[in-house]
């Protein structure tokens, strides 16, 4: 038995908690187009026969932004190397950035084996464009192995567990095989309608969001739950409520049908926007609203 701890590091956008979703066989993480997504280190287990990774989605490393939030998830994310036994270094394939280097810095710097996962290969209509792309990656750094994947077609999932596994210790599970998230359901509640206010809301509005779960009652086939949608100024409040509460009600339904299917109950959702000014920038309002900096 092998099982051991990967910390999945990377810019924004290329994949990585869709990756990690894929490799653990459900949603534990969410997932947008938009950069900048995932906020907290999240988390999943992977589990085969005679392997267990705990892998720990991160938010994705980036310079170019200056709010506190920014410093929160970038800490956020350079703590999650601390104790592990690999990195898996996430990058899109075709699409290295300034970021990339500064996410692999973070990630050598880990003094443990770092794997690339060339991710979204599925975009490549010719397989032999990633020879010279591979080839690339190998000048940048001595990556431990670079494995091909696509988190979204399921490709090639078991061959970067397989590369991975040589580097985790002999050893026992770290977590009984039922268990398979490291969050409360509060938690779960909070990232699901946070992830329906990213995908459905334009432009810059959802990095002025944030959401907290207030009231929560659990019962056989029913979860109740209250949901706060914190935004900075009262006009992102209007949008978010949207005419006649319409984009509100959206968001809702898309948060409770998801609920449903994820924890096979009725779940009763009520939601509040309100106003916080400038709580992205502000260290004791992130605190309070539940961000870690590591
Ligand atoms: N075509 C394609 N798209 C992908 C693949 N993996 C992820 N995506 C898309 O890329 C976008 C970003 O995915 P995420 O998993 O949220 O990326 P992330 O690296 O976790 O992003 P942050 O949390 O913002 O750092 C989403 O629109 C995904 O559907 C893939 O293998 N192929
Ligand atoms: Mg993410």
């Known amino acids: 038995m092998r099982s051991g701890m990967v910390a999945v590091l990377g810019r924004p956008n290329v994949g990585k908690s869709s990756l990690v979703n894929a490799l653990v066989g459900r949603k534990v993480s969410i997932v947008s187009r938009r950069p900048q997504t995932t906020r907290h280190r999240i988390q999943g287990v992977y ?35 601390e104790g592990v036994d690999a990195v898996l270094h996430v990058v899109e394939s075709g699409a290295w950035r300034a970021d990339d280097d500064l996410a ?5 710097r880990a003094g443990v084996p770092v794997i690339a996962a060339l991710n979204k290969v599925d975009r490549r209509a010719q397989k032999q464009e990633l020879l010279p792309e591979i080839a690339k990656l190998n000048e940048r750094h001595a990556y431990a192995a670079i494995v091909p994947v696509s988190a979204t077609h399921g490709d090639n999932l078991e061959g970067l567990a397989d590369a991975l596994a040589a580097y985790m210790p002999e050893g026992p599970m770290l977590f009984p095989p039922g268990q398979i998230q490291g969050h409360d359901l ?8 946070r992830e329906k206010l990213t995908r459905m809301l334009h432009e810059e509005l ?26 900075e100024r009262e006009p992102q409040k209007k949008i978010v409520v949207g005419a006649g509460g319409s984009t509100i009600k959206r968001v809702g339904t898309a948060a409770r049908r998801d609920l449903e299917a994820q924890l096979d109950k009725k779940v009763f959702l009520q939601t509040y926007v309100r106003v916080r000014p400038n709580w992205s920038d502000d260290p004791a309002a992130l605190r309070a609203l539940g961000y870690d900096d590591g």
Not at 66 to 77: D, G, Q, S, V, Y
Not at 209 to 231: N, Y
Request: charged share 20%; with cysteine.
């Open 47 to 81: 589990n085969a026969d005679d392997l267990q990774i705990v892998f720990i989605d991160t938010p994705g490393l980036h310079e170019h932004e200056h709010r506190t939030l920014n410093e929160f998830l970038n800490r956020a994310a350079s703590s999650a190397i």
């Open 104 to 108: 692999l810095a973070r990630a050598a």
């Open 186 to 193: 509060a938690f779960t509640v909070a990232e699901c309608v």
């Open 206 to 231: 959802p990095y002025a969001l944030s959401v907290g779960v207030e009231a929560l009652e659990d019962k056989p086939g029913l979860l109740r739950a209250h949901a706060v949608i914190w935004v």
